[in-house]
């Protein structure tokens, strides 16, 4: 019992998901949105309130553009992507409170949360097969 209390907080601690941080956004908590993808895949498409910061330039840019002691959540294309596992560890590294939004920012789409372009506000988009639909 104590091994699944241990291992379930800790994955807690250092893990979100979409629809958490969504809530967190609405809610106005205190934390960066930190999309660690490519230069191209933020002009494609980007959780709407993130901030970009590839994950290799973590090391060198976080400290200017991300107080101390601001909590950071990371996200990259989707489960089948660890950018977001590096980002968090660059972070961790610095000395950031991080965690991962699971899933990253293709379930972020398909439970339409709001997104944006270069161009502008996304059309927000809910999929059946991973959410309840109404």
Request: some cysteine; proline content about 4%.
């Amino acid at each position: 019992m104590t091994d699944a209390l241990s291992y379930y907080a800790a994955k807690l601690a250092l893990e979100t998901d979409a629809s958490d941080v969504y809530a967190a956004q609405k809610d106005r908590d205190a934390f960066v949105l930190v999309d660690v993808r490519s230069d191209e895949a933020w002009a494609q498409g980007r959780v709407s309130g993130a901030v970009h910061m590839p994950y290799r330039e973590i090391a060198e840019r976080a400290g200017r553009e991300i107080p101390a002691g601001t909590p950071v959540v990371v996200y990259c294309w989707s489960p089948g992507c660890n950018a977001g596992a590096k980002g968090a560890l660059e972070f961790a590294k610095l000395g950031y409170a991080v965690r991962e939004m699971i899933g990253g920012y293709e379930y972020w789409v398909r439970e339409g949360q709001p997104t944006e372009n270069d161009e502008g506000t996304l059309p927000r988009v809910f999929d059946a097969q991973v959410m309840v639909v109404r």
